[in-house]
């Protein structure tokens, strides 16, 4: 197991803090990880330790995959939910971080903002990890790379299309994408298109990386010869109200058969789930033969393992 003490008492806000290569890395120990599990080696990495998860907003996927991640590596996970910590009667996060580094060996938080995940950080004695935030949502986008690389064989040079909301998954993708030399191509539409800082940190890493990114209005620019496709759903957590005014401006962004045929044939759809089948993508891709959307949630699990692993 890729052990490497680089990683050590880091925490995981953004991509942004990591190199390309150090995300190769992550990715390396997560395949590792991942085989171990198949061939039931025991991997009692974080024997003794506790990881505290504070989820301020719903989750099946993050939720289940760190507490079953702690439990495969010999540590234990506590959830606990935003409304019922103090933290949600006023307490300050400040605080609230200084108390969980007296107890537990790593945070886990999905809030709203990520200025609030940084406050966390700053505060805590302990390794913070970003388990989703209204700007990013770096474990999820490398749980990606991971199924891209497994299905593709490689990620530096491969095309990858998101098509939709210039969100959260959208930000961490150009991240993502950036550092490891892909070429990431994002369509929004106007109005919705992702922030101009995430765009601006992709472009300088491309300069080191050999990536490439663009960023358009036209979804069948971007899907022109991907490898990869992927969607997210038009209205994000903490965004309900404004479903009906996004879904007429979405509608021709919908990843469906029409779109996807001007992708690689043998390209990939992936989507971070949970999915609106009839609104970002149709059930005829998103249940079709090149969906990956299963091994890619499987992978949250193997990738955060290596995560925690290296963190902790
Ligand atoms: N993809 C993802 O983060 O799923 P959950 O919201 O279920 O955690
Ligand atoms: N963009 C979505 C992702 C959910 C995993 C949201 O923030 O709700």
């Avoid at 989820?55 to 606990?80: C, D, I, N, P, W």
């Avoid at 530096?156 to 959260?168: E, F, I, P, S």
């Avoid at 992702?194 to 899907?223: I, Y």
């Amino acid at each position: 197991m890729i052990l490497q003490s680089k990683f050590k008492n880091r925490d995981l806000l953004t991509l942004a803090d990591y190199s390309g290569e150090e995300i190769n890395l992550i990715l390396d120990a997560a395949a590792e990880l991942k085989e171990m599990k198949k061939n039931n080696i025991p991997t009692p990495y974080l024997q003794g330790k506790t990881l505290a998860m504070v989820f301020q907003k719903s989750s099946t996927r993050t939720r289940v995959s760190f507490e079953v991640g702690m439990y495969q590596l010999g540590g234990h996970a506590m959830f606990l939910s935003g409304s019922d910590l103090q933290l949600g009667r006023g307490e300050t996060i400040s605080d609230t971080a200084k108390v969980l580094s007296r107890f537990a060996d790593g945070i886990m938080i999905r809030t709203y903002d990520q200025s609030d995940v940084e406050e966390l950080a700053e505060h805590a004695d302990i390794p913070v990890i970003n388990g989703l935030t209204d700007q990013t949502h770096p474990c999820q986008i490398l749980a990606d790379l991971l199924t891209i690389r497994e299905h593709k064989g490689r990620l530096a040079g491969l095309k990858l299309a998101y098509v939709g909301d210039g969100n959260n998954i959208a930000h961490s993708l150009l991240l993502g994408c950036s550092k490891v030399g892909m070429h990431v191509a994002v369509a929004s539409p106007q109005g919705y298109m992702p922030d101009e800082k995430f765009v601006n940190l992709a472009k300088e890493a491309c300069a080191q990386s050999g990536g490439r990114v663009e960023v358009l209005n036209d979804p069948v620019a971007a899907v022109a010869d991907a490898d990869a496709v992927v969607t997210d759903v038009w209205a994000s957590m903490g965004q309900e109200e404004e479903f009906e005014q996004r879904a007429k401006v979405f509608a021709p962004y919908q990843v469906n058969s029409q779109l996807v045929a001007h992708a690689k044939a043998d390209h990939i759809f992936l989507h971070c789930l949970p999915a609106h089948r009839g609104e970002e993508v149709t059930a005829e891709v998103i249940d079709g033969p090149r969906s990956v959307v299963w091994d890619e949630a499987e992978n949250r699990l193997h990738v955060q393992k290596a995560i925690l692993a290296l963190l902790l």
